[in-house]
């Protein structure tokens, strides 16, 4: 069962071991150009968790697919960024059509009017996820920039982001005690 849930500070680690385990395609395609392990690190070990909001997908406990959420409310009022990766495994799958809807209501519920996504031109995943969810795309420079314009929230926003979070909350345990089952049938 695939766990789609915010990722907490705590679980650094795991998204530093998702990004590094992205092949040389798809880490490309997420940072739009070439990192180096040592870079990949340098990232993870600057993120800002007070202007940082990280979704993940876990698939046994571990981290395959995650969106990273920015903003910054003095350069940027309003507005945000947000970066995606899935491991192959999972693409196709709907997780990254489920991550992004969920960026999308915590980025809303944030009072984030305008949310940016950059992507490689060659990267259709990207652009019709961008499209699926109402994302204006122009070609910037070479690449393909995408701007969602959000709504105010509401308390339906609000409750959906809450309903979401305790079944993602409830959705890991049930994961985790069925991972403990399965151990124990094996031993």
């Known amino acids: 069962m695939t766990v ?7 679980e650094l680690p795991q998204y530093r071991a998702h990004l590094l385990r992205l092949d040389r395609t798809d880490r490309y395609s997420r940072f739009m150009g070439t990192l180096s392990d040592e870079a990949v690190e340098r990232h993870c070990a600057a993120i800002d968790w007070g202007r940082t909001i990280l979704l993940g997908a876990f698939e046994g406990g571990v981290l395959r697919g995650a969106v990273e959420l920015c903003g910054d409310r003095i350069l940027w009022p309003n507005q945000a960024e947000f970066g995606i990766s899935i491991e192959k495994a999972l693409q196709g799958k709907g997780i990254g059509s489920t991550l992004v809807r969920r960026t999308l209501t915590a980025a809303r519920n944030r009072g984030i009017r305008h949310v940016h996504m950059m992507c490689l031109p060659e990267n259709a995943r990207m652009r019709a996820l961008a499209r699926r969810f109402g994302g204006r795309i122009a070609l910037d420079g070479g690449e393909v920039a995408a701007m ?7 308390q339906f926003s609000i409750a959906l982001e809450a309903l979401e979070d305790g079944s993602g909350a409830f959705n890991s345990i049930l994961s985790g005690v069925s991972g403990l089952q399965r151990d124990r049938l094996a031993a």
Do not use: A, G, H
């Not at 789609?4 to 705590?10: H, N």
């Open 148 to 154: 969602f314009e959000l709504p105010p929230p509401n």
């Open 4 to 10: 789609i849930r915010k990722i907490m500070p705590t």
